[in-house]
Every structure is written in structure tokens, then in C-alpha cells.
């Protein structure tokens, strides 16, 4: 308890460094961002090919828990010039590319990206595929509500090259269903599920939550007990982030009373990873678990696990490619972010220009400091050598890390940071003793969720 209430802190989820709400955005210029981004584009497509991240944003009612952005229309004659926006974007970057690009990873996200058509998907990564070489073991996947992910949408896909499918379940019990406004039987999760593995879907991922209101130990273990009847290869197990401050009505929806915090938090997570753990399930980086034969418990058993702006990958590249409103590109020594709002995204590829609304130009600091968080959330330890200690900001992360030393969350030795058992549910913490930017800055408002 008293661990607890000394780290229950709002602290970042870490898909990248420095996050977003501390980019240098002044510092940021278009003249100096492409001839980075260009030459991280040569040199990740030369050898390890790039990810591309499409932002689907339409969703046919609100989640109350949901922190994405998104557009509620029931509406779908919105697909059509969406789509025909976001090839215009791929066609744009594709002027600016030296060569044709070659896809090693690809994800759908959103919003609800089996809002969109079969063939609207379909006629999409088509014209991305007709210019770009899709690698033979390329990881494609994509997000898929249960009650709208039909069998012709998981057969276009799996036609299309996908393997790997991704459904927000959230929770199974029907008052919780109710309050977030998230109503979805367990017969259609099941009805999903057997379908994609019928057509051959190698992988699929299950998203839940917990520190959702009204949500009890008992309630998590009735989840648990369905979701595992039918044997997901992957589950993210993550906290709710009340984030109402950022997020405006959509979280208000419910009251704070309605919601478990503090030591009821965090049994809610303890019930569900040692319940995962009882099934078979190995606890991979930060909220997330895996079945043995997974690729992604094999990636992080050899070491190889990555996490960027769409969380936990196999795949590691220097380029991370961004389509669609709001979505985030990550050029390696370059962060951007388009247009948030779906008018100003479309008026500007319209217009011939790329969308980017702002940037971050990295230093040789900020790329340091990447790795060892980056380190830290996939495999619970960072190391460096004497040149990687010559970085003050390095020096100053240990310094702030004495105190989770002594109360046994990390063991600090000469060469490196290994978190220990009793330290991973506090990892967003550790990873914030060297996030050298957070400190350097005093924020004026709520920037993250809690840190448990």
C-alpha cells in the first residue's frame, strides 16, 4: 500500500520520447524535417523496409472510455472521400520518396476501421500496394469492432495479405457494457474469432481494461474466464486512462465515484495477470501477454521486441509512416503529427500538401534517452558503456532513481538498470527518471493518466 501511494502518479505510456506534449514544436521546421525524414526513409527501406500506420477514425457511437481520435457518424457516405484523401496522402509522400517503398509492417487502427467497406479497404491498400513492394514476411493487422466485422471484411483482408487481427472487447459483463457504452455479446466476439481462424488468421489480439467503472475482482475474473474459452494468441491487459481534462465529455459520462482507484486499481490488475498467467499467458513488456507460439512472446523472448507509436512490435524499423487525421510519423531523428480535425486533413492533401500540423526535430540526447526507455519497457533492463554515460541527462535518471532502489523496484548497477518482479507494475515511473524532458519542464495542465 504504501508503494503504492508513494507512485500512484500520472506518468506517460512511452510509445515514444520525448512524447508528444514535449516536442520542441518552435523548434520544428518543414526545410529541415525532409531531408531527415528522406534520408531515414533510405536507409530503413534498404534494410529492414518501413511500417505504415493507417488512421481510421470513424466510429458509429461513442465509447465512453475511449481516448482515440474519432468521428461518430453513422454516415458511411463519409468512406469514399476519406479514402480517396489518404491516397492522395500515400501519393504525396511517395513524390517525396527516392524509391518505391517496402512494407514490412502495416496496421489499421482508428476509430473503427471495419466501419469502412470491404471494398473501400480493399480499393485503399490496393493503390498502396500498386507503388510499394509488400515484403514476404510483412506483419499487416488491423483493429475490428465485434459487432460490425464481417465474414467478407475478414476474407478481403486475409485476401489482402493480413494474418493478424486485433478486437476491442474492453470487458464481458453487461453493466460495465452499459456504462461505457460498449454493448457486444460474447456471441459476436465468438462468431468473429471463429470465422478469422476458419479463413486462417495465424494471430489474433484481444484488447481489455481495468480500472473501468464499476469493474470488481469478480467482474475482471468473469472477462477472464470468457475470454479464455476462446484462447486469444495475445491480450492487452491495459489501464483505463481517465483523461477527461484532454478528452472533454465523452469521459464524463460516468462519475469518478463509479471507478475503482488506488489499491482497488490495482488488484484489478493483479486478479487479471495472474489469472492470464494461470492459462498459459507470459506477461510481454508493459500490459501486454502472449501464448508461447506468438510471435510477439517469441520477439521479446530473443530480445527483439520494439515499441513505438502503435505500442509493442516485432517488427523494428527506423520509419514509421503515419497516414490518415491525427496520425503520428516517427522518422527516426523526426516526430510529426497531421491535422487533427478531419476538415483541415482533407482541405490540406487536397490541396497538394502534406498534412503535417507539427513536428520535433530530435537531438543526440533525446535518441539516447529513446533507446534506454525504450529498453526498459520491452525487456525490463538498459545497459550502456562509458560513452553513453557521458550524457548528463543519463547521469541525472540514475540520480532520480535511488529511492525505487531502495524500496527494491530496480536493481542500479555500474553498467546499467534492470527492473526487478516486484518493479514492473511501477515501469512508467522508472522509465520517467530519465525522461529528461518532463523534468526540464513544468507542464501548465494534466498531461497522462495514473501511472498504476
Not at 406 to 414: A, C, E, S, Y
Amino acid at each position: 500500500m504504501k508503494l503504492l501511494k508513494k507512485y500512484d502518479t500520472a506518468a506517460p505510456r512511452y510509445t515514444s520520447y520525448p512524447t508528444v506534449p514535449y516536442w520542441n514544436t518552435a523548434g520544428f521546421s518543414k526545410d529541415e524535417w525532409a531531408p531527415r525524414f528522406q534520408a531515414s526513409f533510405t536507409a530503413a527501406n534498404s534494410v529492414t523496409g518501413i511500417t505504415l500506420y493507417i488512421h481510421l477514425p470513424f466510429c458509429e457511437q461513442l465509447c465512453t472510455y475511449c481516448g482515440c481520435n474519432k468521428y461518430i457518424t453513422k454516415n458511411h457516405g463519409h468512406e469514399t472521400p476519406y479514402i480517396d484523401t489518404v491516397i492522395k496522402e500515400w501519393e504525396l509522400y511517395c513524390q517525396l520518396f527516392s524509391e518505391p517503398p517496402c512494407i514490412r509492417e502495416l496496421h489499421l487502427g482508428g476509430g473503427t476501421p471495419t466501419f469502412f467497406s470491404p471494398g473501400n479497404l480493399r480499393r485503399l491498400l490496393e493503390n498502396i500496394f500498386s507503388t510499394a513492394t509488400l515484403l514476404p514476411d510483412a506483419d499487416l493487422s488491423f483493429e475490428g469492432h465485434p459487432n460490425n466485422t464481417t465474414e467478407d471484411h475478414l476474407q478481403t483482408l486475409y485476401d489482402l495479405g493480413f494474418r493478424r487481427m486485433s478486437l476491442g472487447i474492453q470487458d464481458l459483463n453487461p453493466d460495465i457494457q452499459t456504462i461505457i457504452h460498449r454493448i457486444q455479446p460474447f456471441e459476436n466476439v465468438e462468431r468473429v474469432v471463429t470465422a478469422a481462424r476458419r479463413i486462417g488468421y495465424r494471430s489474433v489480439n484481444f484488447d481489455l481494461i481495468y480500472g473501468l467503472p464499476l469493474q470488481t475482482a469478480a467482474s475482471i475474473r468473469h472477462t477472464i474466464s470468457q475470454v479464455t474459452q476462446l484462447r486469444p494468441n495475445r491480450i492487452s491487459f491495459y489501464g483505463y486512462a481517465h483523461v477527461p481534462w484532454i478528452k472533454g465529455n465523452g469521459q464524463r459520462l460516468f462519475s469518478e465515484k463509479d471507478l475503482p482507484h488506488g489499491a482497488a486499481r490495482l488488484a484489478l490488475y493483479q486478479t487479471g495477470r495472474s489469472l492470464l498467467e494461470q492459462h498459459g499467458y507470459t506477461e510481454i513488456g508493459m500490459d501486454h501477454f502472449a501464448l508461447p507460439d506468438d510471435p510477439l512472446f517469441l520477439a521479446w523472448k530473443n530480445g527483439s521486441l520494439h515499441r513505438n507509436f502503435m505500442g509493442y512490435t516485432i517488427s523494428h524499423t527506423d520509419m514509421l509512416l503515419g497516414l490518415g487525421v491525427s496520425a503520428i510519423s516517427d522518422g527516426h531523428s523526426v516526430y510529426t503529427q497531421n491535422e487533427k480535425t478531419l476538415s483541415a486533413y482533407q482541405e490540406v492533401v487536397q490541396a497538394g500538401e502534406l498534412p503535417i500540423i507539427k513536428g520535433h526535430l530530435l537531438s543526440s540526447e533525446d535518441q539516447l534517452l529513446r533507446r534506454h526507455i525504450t529498453e526498459l519497457m520491452c525487456t525490463f533492463r538498459t545497459r550502456w558503456d562509458k560513452k553513453d554515460v557521458q550524457c548528463t541527462a543519463v547521469i541525472e535518471g540514475l540520480q532520480r532513481l535511488q529511492e525505487p532502489e531502495k524500496d527494491g523496484l530496480v536493481i542500479v548497477q555500474r553498467n546499467g538498470v534492470e527492473v526487478t518482479e516486484k518493479g514492473r507494475p511501477y515501469i512508467r515511473n522508472i522509465c520517467m527518471a530519465f525522461d529528461a524532458q518532463l523534468w526540464r519542464s513544468t507542464p501548465q495542465a494534466k498531461l497522462f493518466s495514473s501511472a498504476i
